[in-house]
Antibody, heavy 120, light 107 residues
Framework: QVQLVQSGAEVKKPGSSVKVSCKAS????????FNWVRQAPGQGLEWVGRTIPILGIANYAQKFQGRVTITADKSTSTAYMEVTSLRSEDTAVYFC?????????????WGQGTLVTVSP | DIQMTQSPSTLSASVGDRVTITCRASQNINTWLAWYQQKPGKAPELLIQKAFSLESGVPSRFSGSGSGTEFTLTISSLQPDDFATYYCQQYDSYYPTFGQGTRVEIK
């Protein structure tokens, strides 16, 4: 069955970086796009960006452009999201979510989430 | 960006009630709309895609309707397992956006 397994919780200092992983199983990795969605404590869902492994590209919400890098390693079926220059407002649960490669596709499977806490 | 607005933000209801959640888009998104259910401490789960297509395994008491800019999620007879937060999401644009969520709580 489809599984997206994310790396564990992280505690980081302001100004540092964090890299979160998402290992996919149960499908052909390159048939999908891997998205990252964040949820601040008590808040709603916010799309961060996506990687498209078959094209080797990534797209970002404007708010995260320049500070977030999303990549994929096809050899290990793993997607990554790195956030640099962390600030307290980045404290959130970060979810990876899969969608089929193509236009107009929803997020059909989600990872369990990774809590990133930014604290002095 | 396409803005998605859900109403109400919170809904108090009893088991057996019919519940309707509304989602409005700031521009025409045809039927490229999904609904997700999220329970505390868990990841969201896809309930409905393309405005009205129920995902496999989702109970038939859930239904979606609408097109263009106005959409609804209806639960025909609320069950204890349905108390959760519901989000709409548009995927018409290359940059998906979510509504702010509707929390369905026990009355």
């Amino acid at each position: 069955q489809v599984q997206l397994v994310q790396s564990g919780a992280e505690v980081k200092k302001p100004g540092s970086s964090v890299k979160v992983s998402c290992k996919a199983s149960g499908g052909t990795f390159s048939s999908y796009t891997f998205n990252w969605v964040r949820q601040a404590p008590g808040q709603g869902l916010e799309w961060v960006g996506r990687t498209i492994p078959i094209l080797g590209i990534a797209n970002y919400a404007q708010k995260f452009q320049g500070r977030v890098t999303i990549t994929a390693d096809k050899s290990t079926s793993t997607a990554y999201m790195e956030v640099t220059s962390l600030r307290s407002e980045d404290t959130a649960v970060y979810f990876c979510a899969r969608s089929f490669f193509g236009d107009h596709v929803p997020l059909d499977y989600w990872g369990q989430g990774t809590l990133v806490t930014v604290s002095p | 960006d396409i803005q998605m607005t859900q109403s109400p933000s919170t809904l108090s209801a009893s088991v057996g009630d019919r519940v309707t959640i509304t989602c409005r888009a700031s521009q025409n998104i045809n039927t490229w709309l999904a609904w997700y259910q999220q329970k505390p401490g868990k990841a969201p789960e896809l309930l409905i895609q393309k405005a009205f297509s129920l995902e496999s395994g989702v109970p038939s008491r859930f239904s979606g309707s609408g097109s263009g800019t106005e959409f609804t999620l209806t639960i025909s007879s609320l069950q204890p397992d349905d108390f959760a937060t519901y989000y709409c999401q548009q995927y018409d644009s290359y940059y998906p956006t979510f509504g702010q969520g509707t929390r369905v709580e026990i009355k």
